[in-house]
């Protein structure tokens, strides 16, 4: 069947106006597209050189630390090389230190025992307040033992302790004493004791290794003084209340 001539020219306008508004909607569409593609990629690029910056500014900030912790790693090396330097200035000092005070100890072993004349003074001051008291001599025979027994026995007469003859009386034996043993009967602690105690102790405060000894089974006719040989450095002076069973 044929169109007629107004049919057919209503159809080509509405198909005219139907490509041409399809072509204006396409138009618009690729331009919406590549609008938002534009503003997209402006986002994109904005976030990429934040990140970027972000990025750069961590990066620089592991390298600080980094440097930092090198530096820190070497300050540690170097504070352990000053300390294993210090330890080992510190353990020769002690090994210098030990053998100093090992030649010391030596030569003040090597020493003989001596009261000087003011040493001598200061004992007698401190005995004048005690009473006369006998008192007896013993000494092991050797030249260093025998110069001090003199000493101390000018000392006891200045103070008018009185002197008993051991060479008729008997004499006790002092090979067995180390240093000075001084040496009362108990039975006599409350008459000597105080005059001993002084004794002993203004003689160790001379540097003289001296003990105290109270004994049951001592002669309780004088206070006996036995000078043995000078005792081993680093051996103490001692008071000792030796009592023993009758």
Known sequence: MWLSPEAATRIYDVASWALIISLVVSLGSTVLIMSTARV????????????????????????????????????????????????????DANARATQAGAELALLKYKLPRMLYPEQQSRIIEKLRSFPPAPYDLAVVQEPEATGLVQQIHEVLKATHWIHRDVQTEGREDADGVDGITIEIA???????????????????????????????DADPSAIHVKIGRKPQAGESSRHVDNRTNP
Not at 41 to 67: D, F, K, P
Not at 187 to 194: G, H, L, N, P, V
Not at 195 to 200: D, R, S
């Open 40 to 91: 997209t990629e402006t986002t994109w690029n904005s976030s990429y050189q934040v990140s970027r910056a972000a990025i750069a500014r961590l990066e620089a900030a592991v390298r600080e630390a980094n440097a930092r912790a090198a530096q820190a790693q070497l300050a540690i090396e170097d504070a352990n090389t000053r300390a294993s330097e210090a330890a080992a200035q510190a353990t």
């Open 186 to 216: 108990d039975e006599k602690r409350a008459e000597w004791e105080s005059p001993v105690i002084a004794l002993v102790l203004a003689l160790r405060a001379e540097g003289i290794h001296v003990n105290g000894v109270a004994s049951t």
